[in-house]
């Protein structure tokens, strides 16, 4: 379990989840470890690394970091958010059991449920963040994220922790939008925590990774084996970028969510924008249940605008936003989600905070916005 002590900000567990304890006549920070082939040693027993898909130095260091921030005893690496949820679901589930994913949030998950999981047998059940406890009561595996993305509606963990407790059901937590920085799942009673750390832990869009999360050594186990099997590794150089950028992440989020919480409440009533969607504000239907069991409230923002025209025009007329479907980067990016098929009008679109100053960005987005 963590051994930091919880009166460490942010910026502080960030710096030590990515630094090695100090040992003389070694880096402070370690580099890439290749995946090329190990020196074998005689004692066949007592060998760590042989070769890169089974373990290395350099996922190890991460795992530890990934760890001890989520408030894990163990934590896997893997190639994308994909690749770690996808392991996970294949390992929990069987034929005959039954899944629950969430009905409004990331659309590949219910596509990669229906598409490969249904025809082995598996009952899959979308609900979304308010049908989710219903559901539940006859699942045998829940699959819940919170904030959802890109609503930004939350679930309630505590509760379905207990009621997934209760009947002897596996709680799957996708924390990907929160960051272990805003919301620990394991603490609430979740079983298992997948994220993307494509977006804001590694915080400089130029790499995909992914990770599991838990204390169960049993289950872990099942985990490793799975990914060695399948192969949905990390690469040992972006296993290194994402070790360096996790040591600053606690400053960027830490700006993001900040500036998350100006715009939304800025945007709040703006007469171009018909609604605002964010956890900090106290009129989000969720507010209450996000400050139980978040920290921060997150960088992403939604808005609803009168349609796409309205939300291309936003980045036109902008000088610091960017179009980008990905999240969690230090520029801030606007995301018309209807475009991918999510159950949103024409002109929803999701908002992701980045390191601007603040001033800057409300400023661009008062001009923007006209």
Not at 39 to 52: K, N, R, V
Not at 141 to 164: F, S
Not at 219 to 229: K, N, V, Y
Not at 314 to 321: E, I, P, Y
């Amino acid at each position: 379990m963590s051994t930091l002590p919880r009166r460490y900000g942010d910026s502080t567990r960030t710096l030590k989840a990515a630094t090695p304890p100090a040992q003389p006549g070694r880096p402070v920070a370690p580099g890439p470890v290749p995946v090329s082939a190990y020196h074998l040693s005689a004692d066949e027993s007592a060998e760590l690394d042989t070769y890169g898909r089974a373990s290395n130095p350099t996922w190890r260091q991460l795992e530890a970091g990934i760890a001890e921030l989520e408030g894990a005893a163990e934590a896997l690496v893997f190639g994308s958010g994909m690749a770690a949820v996808t392991a996970a679901l294949r390992v929990l589930v069987r034929p005959g059991s039954v899944l629950v994913v969430p009905a409004d949030g990331y659309y590949q998950v219910r596509r990669f449920a229906a598409e490969s999981l249904a025809p082995l047998g598996v009952t899959v059940v979308e609900a979304d963040h308010a049908e989710i406890f219903e559901a539940a009561e006859r699942a045998d595996v829940v699959l819940a994220e919170t904030p959802v993305n890109p609503t930004l509606d939350v679930v309630d963990l505590h509760r379905l922790a207990r009621l997934c407790r209760g009947r002897g059901a596996r709680l799957i937590v996708d924390n990907t939008a929160a960051t272990p920085l805003a919301q620990q799942p394991l603490a609430c009673g979740a079983d298992l925590v997948v994220a993307s750390a494509t977006k804001a832990l590694s915080g400089h869009s130029d790499l995909l990774g992914g990770y599991l999360a838990a204390s169960r050594g049993e289950l872990m186990a099942a985990l490793a084996r799975e990914r060695l099997l399948t192969g949905a590794v990390l690469g040992a150089f972006d296993t290194w970028l994402l070790l360096r950028s996790l040591a600053g992440a606690g400053l960027r989020y830490g700006r993001q969510c900040a500036n998350a919480q100006a715009l939304a409440t800025m945007l709040t009533g703006h007469p171009a924008v018909r609604s605002v969607r964010y956890p900090g504000l106290p009129d989000h239907p969720g507010h209450s249940v996000a400050c139980a069991q978040m920290q921060h409230f997150g960088s992403l923002v939604s808005v609803e605008l009168a349609d796409a025209a309205a939300v291309h025009a936003l980045v036109a007329r902008s000088d610091l936003l960017v179009a980008s479907t990905s999240f969690g980067g230090m520029h801030t990016s606007v995301d018309r989600r209807a475009r991918w098929g999510d159950p949103v009008g024409d002109g929803f679109a999701r908002i992701s905070l980045g390191i601007e100053d603040t001033d800057d960005l409300l400023a661009d987005f008062g001009r923007a916005l006209g």
